[in-house]
């Protein structure tokens, strides 16, 4: 699943998931790894959310995504994140640019 994440990142495509038994969609714009799980950060643009209003950032744990696929819908790069929402990362393997 890792690979879908880095795929759709380089070529800052949408991709469609499951989490929570909703399904996303978003523009992934980080994975990465904190406390040890690997997590996608994502503008969550469509779909279902189970707490809070769309669109807006989220974090997944790539372990709960399901059925992930690359749509082919692209999204136009980096988008502004609030200051310090979502700034800890032990790593990143892959960084929207």
Not at 15 to 39: D, K, M, S
Not at 80 to 88: L, M, Q
Request: aromatic fraction near 10%; glycine fraction near 10%; include cysteine.
């Amino acid at each position: 699943m890792g690979n879908i994440i880095i795929e759709a990142i380089a070529n800052k495509k949408l991709i469609e998931f499951y989490y929570n038994n909703c399904l996303r969609i978003a523009e992934p714009h980080v994975y990465g790894v904190t406390n040890g799980v690997r997590q996608v950060l994502a503008y969550q643009i469509g779909g279902q959310s189970s707490n809070g209003v769309l669109p807006d950032w989220r974090r997944f744990d790539l372990g709960q995504m399901s059925k992930i696929a690359i749509l082919a819908q692209t999204f136009p790069g980096r988008r502004p994140i609030p200051s310090g929402k979502h700034s800890s990362w032990d790593s990143r393997i892959a960084i929207v640019d």
